[in-house]
């Protein structure tokens, strides 16, 4: 099928569900009523997913704390940011989200791979799970002065995040799902000229994110990699990061995934014209439909950048999809209503376009 509709990850979480992830209690009873909720939630919102028409779907991440936080319910060695920051003085431009690593890290439970099994058994649409990037967790989770007495550095720490991924990978692959996508938004800090300011060393920070990723997909020949890419999605307030995809063209071509995702409907996402220097046997699951704004886009206004699009990759190699997660963090206030009418217009968006071009 031409055009293959899909989603980054999230969808927005209702208050109730935010009220779920963020109860905590010891006593066992309410933890089993709580997870029966949370099971609740995410069959009423995978059967939106399914309602919408969308091709491939995920579980709208109503389990997770944040796209990054996830690693922190699966692995022990963490505290909460907020009270470490109050312990510890979290200095420079690195600020506390979420969960900060104090400890060595232990993998306690297959969390993702446990995602994956519930959303497979509720769904017969094909399936994508979304696992953080290493580069990202170092980023998020390792602050100097509270993390260092575990790993002397932010690449240690990294390191020991990959075989715990990959622990869940190898779960997930059990199950079988369609797409594995890795979220890494640091490579657009390589894009903006102001945030590259922040790696000491660029040329090296890049060439180790992108042997973290190599690590992560190598000998997984039989699963579908994503990398989505995006400028950090911050809601109404837009985008953090800006520029085209050039500057990193060079690291793109070294990642071993089948598939990029990229943001193309932010007016800051640069020329179509990338598209045709991307390696031609990775397939583009095109950023088409905005995911930060409260404009419903038209199918006509969706199909008309995809149709942009086709002046520079072939038509077999594109999939449409929103330029990021509704909500990556708890934090994200965006309407589901919203963010359901949207996926509507883009599956109808690929119906015009598959009319057009079949």
């Given amino acids: 099928m031409l055009f293959p509709t899909t989603v980054v990850g999230s969808l927005p979480r209702p ?10 209690t010891n006593n066992k009873c309410e933890n089993i009523n709580r997870e029966k909720q949370i099971n609740n939630a995410l069959e009423f919102v995978i059967s939106m997913m399914n309602q919408s028409g969308i091709d491939i779907i995920t579980d709208g991440e109503w389990r997770r704390k944040s796209y990054t936080d996830v690693f922190a319910q699966m692995a022990s060695g963490f505290a909460e940011g907020e009270k470490v920051g109050k312990e510890f003085s979290i200095v420079g431009n690195k600020k506390a989200y979420g969960y900060v690593v104090i400890d060595k890290i232990k993998h306690r439970e297959n969390f993702i791979a446990n995602e994956t099994y519930f959303a497979k058994s509720h769904t017969k649409r094909k399936l994508k799970i979304c696992i953080p990037s290493p580069f990202i967790l170092g980023q ?9 007495h575990a790993y002397p550095n932010e690449h240690d720490f990294i390191n020991d995040t990959i075989q715990i991924l990959r622990n869940e990978i190898k779960e997930i692959q059990k199950i079988g799902v369609e797409t594995i ?6 490579l657009s800090s390589f894009i903006d000229p102001i945030e590259i300011k922040n790696f000491s060393n660029p ?6 994110l992108i042997e973290c990723i190599n690590q992560i997909t190598h000998g997984f020949d039989d699963i579908n ?14 985008w953090r990061n800006e520029g085209g995809y050039e500057p990193i063209l060079p690291a793109l071509k070294k990642i071993n995934v089948q598939e990029f995702t990229l943001e ?11 598209l045709k220097r991307l390696p031609q046997d990775k397939n583009i699951a095109l950023g088409c439909v905005d995911c930060r704004q409260p404009t419903i886009e038209t199918p006509e206004t969706i199909a008309k950048r995809v149709e942009i699009a086709l ?10 999809s929103p330029d990021c997660g509704f909500a990556p963090a708890i934090s994200s206030d965006i309407p589901l209503d919203e963010a359901y009418k949207k996926l509507q217009n883009e599956v109808k968006a690929a119906i015009l376009l598959r009319e057009k071009y079949s």
């Fill in 225 to 238: 990699f994503a990398l989505h890419i995006c400028r950090f999605n911050r809601g109404r307030l837009g």
């Fill in 264 to 274: 193309f409907s932010i007016p800051v996402a640069g020329d179509y014209e990338i």
């Fill in 140 to 148: 998020r989770m390792w602050h100097k002065g509270v993390s260092d």
């Fill in 203 to 208: 040329k090296k920070d890049l060439d180790f």
């Fill in 181 to 186: 996508q890795i979220d890494e938004p640091t």
């Fill in 311 to 320: 002046n520079f990759i072939d038509k077999e190699r594109i999939l449409l």
């Fill in 15 to 24: 208050e109730y569900v935010k009220d779920l992830l963020n109860l905590k």
